[in-house]
């Protein structure tokens, strides 16, 4: 699935395990009560990609691009898959940055 165009699809229930989504375009992308396992992410575009109830474990997102990406900053279990995910070389949007920094000093408290 390498390159595959996924652009404002919706994932609802759906687990994904040891699958290759690399270079992916996956804009707008909306994952509902979705769990991701063993995925390759990296140089993936997911700006504006709705991830508010999507779960992640060994998940690579390195060079993806999640700018503006939503995820609920009331809950923090994506806050907390993100941060614990490979984001080097990722581009992020000065927000989720800043809210992962915070999560990884355990100043959990957020806006």
Same mark, same amino acid.
């Given at each position: 699935?390498? $390159?595959? $165009? =996924?652009?404002?699809?919706? %994932?609802?229930?759906v687990k994904l395990t040891d699958v290759d989504l690399s270079f992916a375009d996956m804009r707008n +992308? $909306?994952? *509902? *009560?979705? +769990?991701?396992?063993?995925?390759? %992410?990296?140089? #993936?575009?997911?700006?504006? #990609?709705? =991830?508010?109830? =999507?779960? %992640?474990?060994?998940?690579?997102f390195k060079g993806a691009n999640l700018e503006g990406i939503k995820y609920d900053k009331n809950d923090k279990t994506t806050l907390m898959m993100l941060a614990n995910s490979n984001l080097m070389e990722a581009k992020i949007s000065p927000d989720l940055q800043r809210d992962i920094e915070k999560f990884r000093s355990g100043k959990n408290s957020l806006p």
């Amino acid at each position: 699935m390498n $390159k595959a $165009k =996924l652009r404002s699809a919706e %994932l609802s229930g759906v687990k994904l395990t040891d699958v290759d989504l690399s270079f992916a375009d996956m804009r707008n +992308f $909306k994952a *509902i *009560i979705t +769990f991701m396992q063993n995925v390759n %992410l990296s140089g #993936a575009d997911l700006r504006g #990609a709705n =991830l508010t109830s =999507l779960g %992640l474990l060994a998940v690579d997102f390195k060079g993806a691009n999640l700018e503006g990406i939503k995820y609920d900053k009331n809950d923090k279990t994506t806050l907390m898959m993100l941060a614990n995910s490979n984001l080097m070389e990722a581009k992020i949007s000065p927000d989720l940055q800043r809210d992962i920094e915070k999560f990884r000093s355990g100043k959990n408290s957020l806006p």
